[in-house]
């Protein structure tokens, strides 16, 4: 775009992602291209560009070798020239002039992103702090940080991390363990839950705060280099446990609606609803019939996979039957991190192809518990608050209305009402494919498409 202090890489970017259509290293470029458009400074080198989210060793690499065989072209110095009044690199036009929303030239955000755009490997804060100091006007603190890490131009990190963890990656056969996480709420149970109970069976348990889910199986790097954590690949089936006293107070405050609704965001392809009967006598808040009319719709209608236990000793073999299934399944395939939207993930790759999973950090993006709240995350709730909107519906309107904004314009007053209906209505929501409606479309069409309070 015009302006852009580093057009010669966004042009590259956008080069290997087209090139790269429809294989799973197109959103390694997406990502990079993000990243890249939120910097406010030219870069002089690939390697440079190792500061910024998402560009991991190997893209730095080939953009400095991209870069090389351009000033070859040009007749140019193998190298750029050092900053000064020039310009600081080939990237950047003569005369740019920034953006307004950039940082301006002398303040904090400017000079800590100029500090760091000359360290490819990360500074300690104290010594970032230091270095920026003489090209600010004012002093710094760690508070000047702040607004870097809102934007996303600068990431913060205990070490220096071998990659990207969102970066495409594969393990093959031998190279992986497949190994059962549970949520740590799960071992607050009578005598360690069903956790515990999984371990008296031999059945190994990692327990980690997940970011959906209460049970699920990850791929497991078996020999990462040394100083650094293995890399671990989700795979395809989360179970969701609820108890039957659980499964009632979840209904009645709305709660079930909206795991459903983060389960089918998370991008994994098979959740399951792993539900307990009620013990004899145990006191339920709603009654049994209404819990088992609510499992059927998770299963007939939002299409879960749904699977009824007696007990926490029923739940806990099952779950050690489906591992072992699991395990048997996809111990022999060569494993590859998915690098694009969470939510657009195709079916399962056919049995010889490699199998393409979320990388676990990635989960939090589509289904997690306590993630960042977005205007999309927040306008989703508010749709799973009208009654008879299931998440499967919730999602249909957001596919095509990401915002509240998005659909009020689409509903303004120069609309048809009755054509914003038959819009709406002709939407196609959950597994099943059914329409939307005409009952929650008009619905919808009061609330979003009227200028005013409500009569």
């Not at 939090?364 to 518990?369: A, D, N, P, Q, S």
Request: glycine residues 10%; proline residues 12%; hydrophobic residues 35%.
């Amino acid at each position: 775009p015009r302006g852009h202090p580093n057009p010669l890489f966004a042009r590259w970017l956008r080069e290997w992602r087209d090139e790269a259509q429809g294989t799973w290293a197109r959103g390694t470029y997406e990502r990079a291209l993000r990243s890249l458009a939120r910097f406010p400074l030219p870069l002089r080198s690939g390697r440079s560009a190792a500061i910024l989210q998402h560009f991991g060793p190997a893209l730095c690499a080939r953009l400095d070798q991209r870069l090389r065989q351009h000033r070859q072209e040009q007749g140019l110095p193998p190298t750029p020239p050092p900053h000064g009044r020039g310009p600081a690199s080939p990237s950047a036009p003569p005369k740019h002039r920034p953006r307004p929303s950039r940082p301006l030239p002398r303040s904090a955000g400017h000079a800590l992103l100029q500090v760091l755009s000359q360290h490819p490997e990360p500074l300690p804060e104290a010594e970032l702090l230091q270095q920026a100091q003489p090209l600010c006007d004012h002093a710094l603190t760690p508070a000047a940080l702040g607004p870097l890490l809102r934007r996303g131009l600068v990431q913060r990190s205990d070490r220096p991390p071998r990659c990207d963890p969102q970066e495409e990656f594969e393990l093959r056969p031998g190279e992986f363990d497949i190994v059962l996480c549970a949520d740590v709420t799960e071992a607050n149970g009578p005598a360690g839950g069903v956790p515990a109970l999984l371990r008296s069976r031999g059945v190994p348990v990692l327990l980690r705060r997940l970011h959906v889910g209460d049970f699920l199986w990850v791929a497991r790097e078996r020999n990462p280099p040394q100083g650094h954590a293995p890399r671990e690949l989700a795979l395809d089936v989360v179970v969701e446990r609820k108890s039957a006293p659980d499964l009632g107070n979840s209904l009645r405050d709305g709660r079930y609606r909206e795991q459903k609704f983060r389960l089918r965001r998370s991008g994994l392809r098979c959740p399951v609803y792993l539900l307990e009967e009620p013990g004899p006598g145990e006191a339920l808040p709603l009654p049994l019939r209404s819990l088992r009319q609510a499992a059927a719709n998770t299963q007939v209608q939002d299409g879960f996979f749904v699977v009824h236990t007696r007990d926490p000793q029923d739940s806990a073999e099952f779950l050690g039957a489906l591992g072992e299934q699991l395990r048997r399944r996809f111990g022999g395939r060569v494993l590859r991190a998915w690098g694009g939207d969470v939510t657009a993930r195709g079916p399962p790759e056919p049995p010889g192809t490699p199998l393409t999973l979320l990388p676990l950090p990635r989960l939090r993006e589509g289904g997690g518990k306590n993630q960042t709240q977005t205007v999309g995350s927040v306008f989703a709730r508010q749709l799973l608050q009208l009654g008879g909107l299931s998440g499967g519906r919730a999602g249909a309107v957001l596919s095509l209305f990401p915002t509240p904004a998005s659909l009020m314009a689409a509903l303004g007053p120069s609309q048809d009402p009755q054509k914003c209906r038959e819009l709406l209505g002709a939407l196609r929501c959950g597994a099943a494919q059914r329409s939307l409606g005409p009952s929650l479309s008009g619905a919808l069409v009061r609330l979003y498409g009227t200028r005013g309070p409500l009569a």
